[in-house]
C-alpha cells in the first residue's frame, strides 16, 4: 500500500514543506547535509509533531493535523532503522529480534524463519550486539523492524557509518528486502552509490523543498538537476539484461538503447544488472571512429543541451534511454553540438552492479 506524506514545520528561518508519495519499493529521499531528510523520517515517525502535516495509508490516516489527529509512534506500525543500529546490548540477536515482535500485536502473522533467512541471521542468533560487525548489527536492525509487521520502513542513512566492505557485505540484504516485502522504504542518504543501486524512485531534496521526484532513470538523466549542485554527480543509471559471456572474458549487456560490452561480470543470461554511466566517461564524435580501441560506440542524437562554466552537459537520445555526457564547452563549440545533433557516444566505462544473491555483491567498473 502507497504512503502519502505532506508535511509542513519550521525551524527559525528553516522551513519544511514537502509533500510526496511512496509507492511499494524503495524510494529515495536524497540530498546534502542539512536539507531535512531525517528531520522528515521523524515527522513520519512519529517522533516529532509537525506544525501542518497529513501521512496515511490508503484511507487509513495516522496524522492529520487539521483534525488534531496524530497516533503515537508506538501505534503508527511503521519500522524505523537508524544509523547506529541501536541494539539492546544485554540480549542476543534472537532476542533483540523477538523484541519488537512483543511490542506490536499485529506482529503475529510475520514469519520469523523467514525473516531470519531473508537477511542470513541464522548463524547470528546466539550472539551478542558486541559480537557482531557493523554490518550484521545493521541486518538485525532491519530484523527487528520488520518482525514489527510494519507497514513502512524508514531507513535513515542505515550504511553511513560503515566502510566499504561492510556496505557492500548488507547491499544484497536491502535489495532482497525491497524485493520481497514489498512494502514502501523511504531511504535517506546522501550517497549517490546507495541510491543508484537500490532505489526505484528518487525525491531530490534541497533545503527543506522538494526539487524534484519520479523514477531514478528519469531524474539521473535531467540535466537541470545537476546546476549548482556539488552532490549529484551527471551520469544516467539503467537496467540491462545479460545477454552472454564469451571465451576471451567478456560479457554482452542489452539495454533500452542497443548493446554494451563489459569484461565478464557474474549472473546468467537473461539476468537483470543495473548500470550506471558517468557523463565524464562518454566521449563524442559526428563521424563513427574506425581506429579506436572503445568496444562500445554508439549512435545517439542530442536530445537536450546545458551550458555551466567550462562545461557542456549533454542528453543523449540512445533509442529509448537516455545518457549524459559532459565534455568542454570548447569542445561543444568546436563540433557545433545542438539539440537534434546526430553523434556517435564512445563509452569509455560502465560500472555494473549484478543483482543481489546472499553471497555478496559484485559492482565492477568495466573499462571496454
Same mark, same amino acid.
Given at each position: 500500500?502507497?504512503?502519502?506524506?505532506? /508535511?509542513?514545520?519550521?525551524?527559525?528561518?528553516?522551513?519544511?514543506?514537502?509533500? +510526496?508519495?511512496?509507492?511499494?519499493? /524503495?524510494? @529515495?529521499?536524497?540530498?546534502?547535509?542539512?536539507?531535512?531528510?531525517?528531520?522528515?523520517?521523524?515527522?513520519?515517525?512519529? +517522533?516529532?509533531?509537525?506544525?501542518?502535516?497529513?501521512?496515511?495509508?490508503?484511507?487509513?490516516?495516522?496524522?492529520?493535523?487539521?483534525?488534531?489527529?496524530?497516533?503515537? @509512534? %508506538?501505534?503508527? #506500525?511503521?519500522?524505523?532503522?537508524?544509523?547506529?543500529?541501536?541494539?539492546?546490548?544485554?540480549?542476543? /540477536?534472537?532476542?533483540?529480534?523477538?523484541?519488537?515482535?512483543? %511490542?506490536?500485536?499485529?506482529?503475529? @502473522?510475520?514469519?520469523?524463519?523467514?525473516? /531470519?533467512?531473508?537477511?542470513?541471521?541464522?548463524?547470528?542468533?546466539?550472539?551478542?550486539?558486541?559480537?557482531?560487525?557493523?554490518?550484521?548489527?545493521?541486518?538485525?536492525?532491519?530484523?527487528?523492524?520488520?518482525?514489527?509487521?510494519?507497514?513502512?520502513?524508514?531507513?535513515?542513512?542505515?550504511?553511513?557509518?560503515?566502510?566499504?566492505?561492510?556496505?557492500?557485505?548488507?547491499?544484497?540484504?536491502?535489495?532482497?528486502?525491497?524485493?520481497?516485502?514489498?512494502? =514502501?522504504?523511504?531511504?535517506?542518504?546522501?550517497?549517490?552509490?546507495?541510491?543508484?543501486?537500490?532505489?526505484?524512485?528518487?525525491?531530490?531534496? *534541497?533545503?527543506?523543498?522538494?526539487?524534484?521526484?519520479?523514477?531514478?532513470?528519469?531524474?539521473?538523466?535531467?540535466?537541470?538537476?545537476?546546476?549548482?549542485?556539488?552532490?549529484?554527480?551527471?551520469?544516467?543509471?539503467?537496467?540491462?539484461?545479460?545477454?552472454?559471456?564469451?571465451?576471451?572474458?567478456?560479457?554482452?549487456?542489452?539495454?533500452?538503447?542497443?548493446?554494451?560490452?563489459? =569484461? %565478464?561480470?557474474?549472473?546468467?543470461?537473461?539476468?537483470?544488472?543495473?548500470?550506471?554511466?558517468?557523463?565524464?566517461?562518454?566521449?563524442?564524435?559526428?563521424?563513427?571512429?574506425?581506429?579506436?580501441?572503445?568496444?562500445?560506440?554508439?549512435?545517439?542524437?542530442?536530445?537536450?543541451?546545458?551550458?555551466?562554466?567550462?562545461?557542456?552537459?549533454?542528453?543523449?537520445?540512445?533509442?529509448?534511454?537516455?545518457?549524459?555526457?559532459?565534455?568542454?564547452? %570548447?569542445?561543444?563549440?568546436?563540433?557545433?553540438?545542438? =539539440?537534434?545533433?546526430?553523434?556517435?557516444?564512445?563509452?569509455? *566505462?560502465?560500472?555494473?552492479?549484478? #543483482?543481489?544473491?546472499?553471497?555478496?555483491?559484485?559492482?565492477?567498473?568495466?573499462?571496454?
Amino acid at each position: 500500500m502507497t504512503m502519502d506524506v505532506s /508535511v509542513r514545520h519550521s525551524f527559525g528561518a528553516f522551513a519544511i514543506d514537502v509533500e +510526496f508519495r511512496v509507492p511499494p519499493g /524503495v524510494t @529515495a529521499l536524497f540530498g546534502p547535509s542539512g536539507a531535512g531528510k531525517t528531520t522528515i523520517l521523524n515527522m513520519i515517525a512519529g +517522533f516529532v509533531r509537525p506544525e501542518a502535516g497529513h501521512v496515511s495509508f490508503g484511507d487509513e490516516v495516522i496524522l492529520d493535523t487539521a483534525r488534531n489527529l496524530a497516533l503515537p @509512534a %508506538r501505534l503508527r #506500525r511503521i519500522g524505523v532503522v537508524f544509523q547506529d543500529a541501536r541494539l539492546f546490548p544485554h540480549l542476543t /540477536v534472537e532476542k533483540n529480534l523477538l523484541y519488537g515482535r512483543r %511490542r506490536n500485536a499485529n506482529a503475529s @502473522a510475520v514469519d520469523i524463519d523467514a525473516i /531470519v533467512s531473508l537477511l542470513g541471521l541464522a548463524p547470528l542468533l546466539r550472539r551478542r550486539p558486541a559480537k557482531l560487525s557493523g554490518g550484521e548489527k545493521s541486518r538485525v536492525a532491519l530484523g527487528r523492524a520488520l518482525l514489527a509487521n510494519p507497514r513502512a520502513l524508514l531507513l535513515d542513512e542505515p550504511l553511513a557509518s560503515l566502510d566499504m566492505p561492510r556496505k557492500l557485505e548488507i547491499l544484497p540484504y536491502l535489495e532482497s528486502l525491497a524485493r520481497e516485502t514489498r512494502i =514502501p522504504v523511504l531511504y535517506v542518504s546522501h550517497s549517490l552509490d546507495e541510491v543508484t543501486h537500490l532505489a526505484d524512485r528518487m525525491i531530490l531534496l *534541497s533545503q527543506g523543498h522538494i526539487r524534484a521526484q519520479g523514477p531514478v532513470f528519469e531524474l539521473m538523466s535531467r540535466l537541470d538537476l545537476f546546476s549548482g549542485s556539488d552532490h549529484l554527480r551527471p551520469g544516467a543509471i539503467l537496467e540491462a539484461a545479460i545477454d552472454s559471456h564469451d571465451a576471451t572474458g567478456l560479457t554482452t549487456l542489452s539495454f533500452a538503447g542497443g548493446r554494451l560490452i563489459v =569484461p %565478464r561480470t557474474g549472473g546468467s543470461p537473461g539476468e537483470i544488472v543495473r548500470i550506471r554511466i558517468e557523463a565524464e566517461d562518454i566521449m563524442l564524435a559526428l563521424r563513427e571512429p574506425a581506429d579506436v580501441s572503445a568496444n562500445n560506440v554508439l549512435p545517439a542524437i542530442v536530445s537536450d543541451m546545458r551550458m555551466e562554466g567550462p562545461y557542456a552537459d549533454l542528453q543523449l537520445a540512445i533509442g529509448e534511454a537516455r545518457l549524459v555526457s559532459r565534455i568542454t564547452r %570548447r569542445s561543444a563549440e568546436r563540433l557545433k553540438l545542438a =539539440p537534434g545533433t546526430k553523434v556517435f557516444a564512445l563509452i569509455k *566505462s560502465v560500472t555494473v552492479g549484478e #543483482r543481489a544473491n546472499k553471497n555478496g555483491l559484485a559492482t565492477e567498473t568495466a573499462k571496454p
